[in-house]
């Protein structure tokens, strides 16, 4: 239909120019809506399993997936495979595998990247900020940087055999930015063997030490009371690392002994170490927390309060802590086995999700109840363990968990685990001062 009315449309835009200026001035002033952010999806009532990834060649040698982690566009998925159960994995081959799930025609038993790996891989971590490049720490005790985007030559960076490098399995590996160059990353890295090392990128493919933490025994903060090592043992061992949100330089990890232990990559003090070591190890710890009844599996900075963590562990507990008191606000007993994962929503400020010993992922609503879960998702059948989960900060309606069958669940979570109550913050704030009183 061809427009006849131009000047008469013309004519009337230009007499209503000034008062729609006026009022869109007015809203653009307006705080009525701040924090108001509109979400056009579907409501969305249960969690559903979108995807069960795997690759044969792993599942078939019986490898267990021991960790998993998004990319920093939430697209990718990627697992380590392993072993966690007792006996020496230092020369089983393994793998590292990828999964981009926006890619058409997505073959969940055939993933994007394949990286081969001589020793059991114990946990990985993907780069902040580079999609395709992915730390991960070995059973032999190296750190490696891989290049996922690179199939024919993965390795970018690894640590070697040096007197640097961990002499126990490494647990856990996390990126941080370099104190003088926030875009540049390291990797820090904690194992049983009760070091904490910071690694920096160097020339020909080296990772080389930059910093680092010995844990001691005769070094730990006395505010709680230990059970007495066995005779002899001097080295803590560090199974799990988080670091706060709100405090760059604070870190809790969680230990052998089963007490969780706050720390400090700004401590000075001289750390009691046995073994020789490139630069000066120092002691981290500045307050040890009361313990569980085995040792710790997984550590989680709330990113709502600077003062709350959860600690998981072989008693099958989650605890709560305050950063400000040794004894746990609240203790959950939520498996008859090992809880080997617990992770804090990065949405909702009351919601976590449990990994446990029995196949489940459990989600937790503490604004529903602070007692048992709101959700208890069957990840395997057999009553196999879970053993890693991690939302997806981009995608935030994705979980992963990986289990001992060797497979990778993509569980999509109803919008009651992504969408913030009102008062949530409110109650969190709550949660915490209760400690305090």
Known sequence: MPWNDGPQLAAFLRRVEVMVTRELNKNWQSHAFDG??????EQQQTVTCLHTLGYPPAQGQGLHVTSVSWNSTGSV?????GRLDDGDWSMLKS???AWNLDRRGLN???PSAVVEVPSAVMCLAFHPTQPSHVAGGLYSGEVLVWDISRPEDPLL???GLTDDTHTDPVYQVVWLPEPRHSHRFQVLSVATDGKVLLWQGAGAGRLQLSAGFALAVQQLPRN???????RGETEVGATAVAFSSFDPSLFVLGTEGG?????SLAAEEAALARTPSSVPLRAPARFTFSPHGGPIYSVSCSPFHRNLFLSAGTDGHVHLYSMLQAQPLTSLQLSH???FAVRWSPVRPLVFAAASGEGDVQLFDLQKSSQKPTVSIKQTQDESPVYCLEFNRQQTKLLAAGDAKGAVKVWQLSTEFTEQGPRETEDLDQLAAEVAA
């Open 108 to 110: 969940p038993q055939q």
């Open 95 to 97: 793998f590292v595998c």
């Open 77 to 81: 998925v990627a697992c380590a495979y």
């Open 224 to 230: 709680t009371k230990l059970k007495k090592p066995p």
């Open 259 to 263: 007490f969780p232990l706050k720390c």
């Open 157 to 159: 960076w690894c640590t």
């Open 36 to 41: 108001f952010e509109v979400n056009w999806a």
């Open 337 to 339: 086995k090992y809880l």
